[in-house]
Structure formats: C-alpha cells, structure tokens
C-alpha cells in the first residue's frame, strides 16, 4: 500500500504555480512523474504523491526540478487568474478514476502523435537525404561526362594536329622527289645536249676530212656510233619489305602438333616451379596436387559448401589449368550460386582444352570425324 505524501506546499501568481513535495531520497533515475492539463502524479516507491489540479495547465511548458530529496513543480496556467485552491474539492472515487482514465488517454494519444510526426519527420529527413545524394551523384555523372567529353576533344584535337603534320609530311616529300626528278630530268637533258654538240662537232670535221680516204672515214664513223651512245642512268636503291614467317620452318616441312606439345610441356615445367612461389609456401604438399584439391572441392560441392569449393577448385587451376574436369566442377558450383555468366565462361574454357587435347593426341583423320560426328 503506497504512503500518500500530505506534507506538501505550494505558491501561485496569476500566471503559474510552483508546488514543493518532500521525498526522502528522490533521484531522477526512480522517481515516475506524469503530468496532464488536470492531473499531477509523482510515483517514488513507497510514497505516492497525485494531485487534480483546480484548472487546466500547460503540461508541455511546465517543469520539474529534482533533487535535494525534495521536487518542485513550476506549473504554467493556461488561464490568467488566482486559484482558490490547488486541488478540485469534493472528488469521488468515481470521478477520480475517471480523471486518470482521460489523462492516460491523452498522453497516448499525445506520444502517438509525438511518434508520427518523428517518424514523418525521419522520413522528410530520409528524403531529403536521398535527393541531396542523388543530386551529388547527378553532378558526378556530369563531371565525368565532361570530362570524357574533353578528353574526346582534346585527342581529336591531338589525332587532328597529327593527321596535319602526316599531311604536311606528305606533302613535303612530294614536293622533294617532285623537284628532285626534275633535276635529274634537267642533268639527262644537259647530257644529252653536251652529246649532240660533240656529235655535230665530230661530223663536221668528219666532213672536213672527208677527202682523206674511204677507210678513214668508215673507222670515223664506226667511232661516231660509240660516241653517240647516251650516259647510263642514274644509281637509285629499291626498299624491299618481306613478310614475317609464322613457322620457323616452311609450312609443308612445319610440325604444328610437336611444336604445341613442346610449348604444353614448358608450361607444365613453369606450373611446376611455381610451386615454390611465397604464396604457396605456407601450403602441404597435399595441397599442392591438383587431384587432391579437386577431391577435396567434391567434397565440398556434395555438403553444399559452394564457396569454399570454388575456392579450392581455383587452386587447383593456378597449379594446373589444363584440367578440363576443374573447370567443369567450377562451372557447376557457379550455375549452383546462380552466376551463369561465369559457368558458361568455365563451361567455355574446359570445352577449349578438350578440344585442343583431342587435337593433340588423335589422329588427324579421327580428329576430323569425331568434328563431324559430334560437332564439336
């Protein structure tokens, strides 16, 4: 039964009242204080303290000070006026009941209200936030948007200005061979003059001396042909370009399928002498066997742990990725977790080492019907 607190006082101006109760040992951590427009009520185990008030109040500007085993209220009046007394005289049971029932109500419906508009509030913060960071995203986007586009520009800009000076280039050279065949067309054409002249010089003396005998002039004129062959053509060099060889040795004499598995076979000697790198030094030797890690990833597979059987089955791959089933049972674990991008490409890769493998070992005219039996 809780121990009604009597020893009270109170004091009151026309526009509030300050009410003092008594506690012995009252601390704000234990002290349950409601307090409504006609009800006041301070629950301080085992003393109780309830007031109804002679006329309404304001709850939400009124205060309460605890501390010094004693709380004062500061009540504000909704009304300017002087009260006759601090609490409503001649209240039943009945009617008290009532009192508390309605003021109980109201601070429901008051924290109901108080909930909602802090949750719309919340909300209208929420979305606010959200169209300040779409804002900021949208100005990013246009960032890089422009500055794509003035990257765009400036290397157009840049293969433009390289484009001219290839032009200018061009045009140079143009202009050199152009004015070097001229001058060598200008030189032949001096020769040839040159030439004419001795040879009109030479057939006038050969007539001056045409008297001197038939012999002499037969040996005149053979002379006169000799001479009268034009000059060699200028020495000029020819640049010719051969195209690569793609096998060392000629395509009819090329061993394509030693060559492959001599290449297979130094890339499973580097795969081995990877072994030794400090990623895997920490590894048992167990662990080092593809075959061992394949295992170890069915294993896995079959309890449903998909991840970590990827994991070992890419393992396995770093040590030896000619293994078609590894990629297969990747490929499985993959389309389990539903990333089909990566099965298919898993999927893709095993059939490209299948296929190379058949190539390798059967014989051509076996390899060439399985493609057409198969399709493969």
């Known amino acids: 039964m809780p121990l009604q607190v009597s020893d009270y006082t109170w004091q009151q101006t026309k526009t509030a009242v300050v009410i003092s109760v008594p506690l012995r040992g009252v601390s704000i951590r234990d002290a349950d204080v409601f307090c409504t427009e006609n009800y006041l009520k301070v629950n301080f185990p085992p003393f109780l303290f309830e007031v109804f008030l002679y006329a309404p109040i304001d709850d939400e500007n009124s205060k309460a000070k605890i501390g010094n085993d004693t709380i004062i209220f500061t009540l504000y009046k909704k009304e300017v006026a002087m009260w006759e007394t601090l609490s409503v005289a001649d209240v039943d049971k009945k009617m008290m009941q009532s009192i508390r029932e309605k003021s109980i109500l109201q601070a429901q419906e008051r924290a109901k209200e108080a909930a909602e508009a802090k949750a719309a509030t919340r909300r209208e913060d929420q979305k606010y936030a959200l169209n300040v960071m779409m804002q900021i995203e949208e100005e990013e986007r246009k960032k890089i948007e422009d500055m794509k586009e003035n990257e765009r520009m400036k290397a157009t800009k840049e293969l433009e200005a390289w484009r001219?000076?290839?032009?200018?280039?061009?045009?140079?050279?143009?202009?050199?061979?152009?004015?070097?065949?001229?001058?060598?067309?200008?030189?032949?054409?001096?020769?040839?003059?040159?030439?004419?002249?001795?040879?009109?010089?030479?057939?006038?003396?050969?007539?001056?001396?045409?008297?001197?005998?038939?012999?002499?002039?037969?040996?005149?004129?053979?002379?006169?042909?000799?001479?009268?062959?034009?000059?060699?053509?200028?020495?000029?060099?020819?640049?010719?370009?051969?195209?690569?060889r793609v096998f060392p040795t000629a395509l009819r004499e090329s061993q394509v399928a030693d060559e492959e598995e001599w290449l297979h076979k130094q890339a499973e000697a580097r795969r081995a002498l990877n072994t030794?790198?400090?990623?895997?030094?920490?590894?048992?030797?167990?662990?080092?066997?593809?075959?061992?890690?394949?295992?170890?990833?069915?294993?896995?597979?079959?309890?449903?742990?998909?991840?970590?059987?990827?994991?070992?089955?890419?393992?396995?791959?770093?040590?030896?990725?000619?293994?078609?089933?590894?990629?297969?049972?990747?490929?499985?674990?993959?389309?389990k977790l539903k990333n089909l991008h990566k099965a298919i490409e898993d999927s893709s890769k095993a059939y490209r080492i299948m296929k190379l493998h058949l190539r390798l070992t059967l014989p051509m005219k076996l390899y060439k019907m399985m493609l057409r039996r198969f399709g493969i």
Do not use: M
């Not at 040996?219 to 370009?241: D, H, M, T, W, Y």
């Open 164 to 244: 001219e000076c290839q032009r200018r280039a061009e045009e140079q050279k143009r202009i050199q061979r152009e004015k070097k065949s001229c001058e060598q067309e200008k030189q032949i054409e001096g020769e040839r003059r040159k030439l004419n002249h001795k040879s009109h010089t030479r057939i006038s003396a050969s007539r001056n001396l045409a008297t001197k005998g038939r012999l002499s002039e037969n040996i005149f004129s053979e002379k006169l042909k000799e001479n009268s062959i034009p000059a060699p053509r200028s020495v000029g060099n020819i640049k010719i370009n051969f195209t690569p």
């Open 276 to 335: 030794d790198i400090p990623e895997f030094s920490d590894l048992k030797e167990e662990e080092k066997n593809p075959e061992w890690l394949k295992d170890k990833g069915n294993k896995l597979f079959a309890t449903e742990n998909y991840l970590a059987a990827i994991n070992a089955y890419n393992l396995a791959i770093r040590l030896n990725n000619k293994i078609p089933l590894l990629y297969l049972n990747r490929a499985a674990c993959h389309l």
